[in-house]
């Protein structure tokens, strides 16, 4: 079973509706290098979602691969649960000098809908 067979049967897909999903030229996207994609045919695309808005640094980035890599050989995730640890320091420090105004305080999250949530919760 191909690629796409296999995206029929196994894959639920996201905002797309059935008839298209199910369309004997689903696209398969095989790789990706700065700001464009290609198929498993081949072709060339621009990716103008960013893959939903979490690839908007480019694809193919070897120098993010390269830090991703030796922080998570070093320590691949841990919660600010009453603890720090160097790289939330630095990256809360950096964004701290470059934000306007007097906001100097950062509380990391992983999604637009947890940011949401956890600035309501601040504002109450």
């Not at 030229?25 to 700001?35: F, M, W």
């Not at 007097?102 to 919760?121: M, P, T, W």
Request: hydrophobic share 40%.
């Amino acid at each position: 079973m191909g690629e796409r067979e296999q995206a029929h049967h196994h894959l639920l897909p996201h905002f797309t509706r059935g008839d298209a999903w199910r369309r004997d030229d689903l696209v398969v996207i095989d790789r990706g290098e700065g700001c464009y994609v290609w198929d498993t045919q081949g072709n060339q695309y621009l990716d103008a979602l960013a893959g939903l808005f979490c690839t908007n640094l480019g694809h193919g980035r070897s120098d993010l691969t390269a830090a991703a890599s030796k922080q998570m050989d070093k320590l691949a995730f841990y919660p600010n649960w009453g603890m720090a640890h160097p790289s939330a320091v630095q990256a809360a420090s950096m964004i701290a000098t470059v934000a306007p105004g007097d906001l100097d305080r950062v509380f990391f999250v992983s999604s637009g809908s947890e940011a949401v949530e956890s600035a309501l919760k601040f504002a109450r």
